[in-house]
């Protein structure tokens, strides 16, 4: 189960547009959904007024769960709506209801957030595993407010599904409506973890044409692109860093086997 929430958890729509984007591209099914009555401030989620078939209707905020098909061996069950404002535990214990009914193994919870990257690199993606009762290990030990994606990630990994939580970074000096850059990035991580290439669609191009629009807007401002400068070098820093620690243990283990496979000779 493939799982995204609007709102705080939401940046530029990243998250949620994934399973837009499945929905769109795969055959899919609704399979159910979980009603407004008790979850919702509605002047936070407020009802829409829409027209259908010539009709007008008031739409009332919900969740709604898909079934995917993506060929004859892959089929998903995703999960979309608004974050809910009351009763999460039981909104999550429903929520994996749908899961037990479709023989869920694995629950993956996508996020969006805002951060300090530049838009010049690859947005950066942070994942966990095995839920948020672990030992920090330094790159994630994030302490603050939290949301329904890690509340979701961690019910169901306290009920045994196999839990994955993937959040994408998008540049907070770039707050616009849509960021298909982080949605790609969301996809393409999503591809790698079903073991099946997931169809891209139209979101290279509106990358690219995200990333131009980033790029046009920093050489209009000195300010900005002196900033998105500073984060660069940020980044490049840390990857240095990342790499040389890396290639120094490469060196250490080959200097160990050499010792071994001598001592071994002798």
Same mark, same amino acid.
């Given at each position: 189960?493939?799982?995204?929430f609007?709102?705080?958890?939401?940046?530029?729509?990243?998250?949620?547009?994934?399973?837009?984007?499945?929905?769109?591209?795969?055959?899919?099914?609704?399979?159910?959904?979980?009603?407004?009555?008790?979850?919702?401030?509605?002047?936070?989620?407020?009802?829409?007024?829409?027209?259908?078939?010539?009709?007008?209707?008031?739409?009332?905020?919900?969740?709604?769960l898909?079934?995917?098909?993506?060929?004859?061996s892959?089929?998903?069950?995703?999960?979309?709506?608004?974050?809910?404002?009351?009763?999460?535990l039981?909104?999550?214990?429903?929520?994996?209801?749908?899961?037990?009914?479709?023989?869920?193994?694995?629950?993956?919870?996508?996020?969006?957030?805002?951060?300090?990257?530049?838009?010049?690199?690859?947005?950066?993606?942070?994942?966990?595993?095995?839920?948020?009762?672990?030992?920090?290990?330094?790159?994630?030990?994030?302490?603050?407010?939290?949301?329904?994606?890690?509340?979701?990630?961690?019910?169901?990994?306290?009920?045994?599904?196999?839990?994955?939580?993937?959040?994408?970074?998008?540049?907070?000096?770039?707050?616009?409506?849509e960021? =298909?850059?982080?949605?790609? #990035?969301?996809? $393409?991580? %999503?591809?790698d973890?079903?073991?099946?290439?997931?169809? /891209?669609? @139209?979101?290279?191009?509106?990358?690219?044409?995200?990333?131009?629009? =980033?790029?046009?807007?920093? #050489?209009?401002? $000195?300010? %900005?692109?002196?900033?998105?400068?500073?984060?660069?070098? /940020?980044? @490049?820093?840390?990857?240095?860093?990342?790499?040389?620690?890396?290639?120094?243990?490469?060196?250490?283990?080959?200097?160990?086997?050499?010792?071994?496979?001598?001592?071994?000779?002798?």
């Amino acid at each position: 189960m493939v799982s995204a929430f609007a709102g705080w958890n939401d940046a530029c729509q990243a998250a949620t547009n994934v399973i837009r984007h499945l929905i769109d591209t795969y055959d899919s099914q609704q399979v159910g959904k979980i009603c407004c009555a008790g979850f919702y401030d509605y002047q936070t989620s407020r009802p829409m007024l829409c027209t259908m078939n010539g009709r007008r209707n008031i739409v009332w905020p919900e969740t709604s769960l898909y079934r995917i098909t993506i060929d004859e061996s892959h089929s998903i069950l995703v999960e979309m709506g608004p974050e809910p404002n009351y009763r999460w535990l039981e909104f999550c214990h429903r929520s994996l209801r749908f899961a037990e009914d479709a023989d869920v193994k694995d629950v993956i919870c996508l996020g969006a957030m805002f951060a300090d990257c530049p838009h010049t690199r690859p947005l950066p993606i942070d994942v966990t595993t095995g839920g948020y009762n672990t030992v920090c290990t330094g790159e994630d030990d994030y302490t603050g407010p939290i949301g329904i994606p890690t509340v979701l990630d961690q019910v169901a990994n306290d009920h045994g599904y196999n839990t994955t939580s993937m959040w994408v970074s998008i540049p907070q000096y770039l707050n616009g409506e849509e960021c =298909a850059q982080a949605t790609l #990035r969301l996809l $393409d991580r %999503l591809s790698d973890m079903l073991g099946v290439e997931l169809k /891209e669609g @139209d979101l290279p191009r509106k990358a690219a044409q995200w990333k131009a629009q =980033a790029s046009l807007l920093t #050489r209009c401002n $000195d300010d %900005l692109a002196e900033y998105v400068r500073h984060l660069e070098i /940020e980044v @490049d820093t840390r990857e240095n860093a990342k790499f040389t620690e890396a290639s120094g243990n490469d060196i250490a283990q080959e200097a160990e086997a050499f010792l071994r496979d001598m001592d071994g000779g002798r």
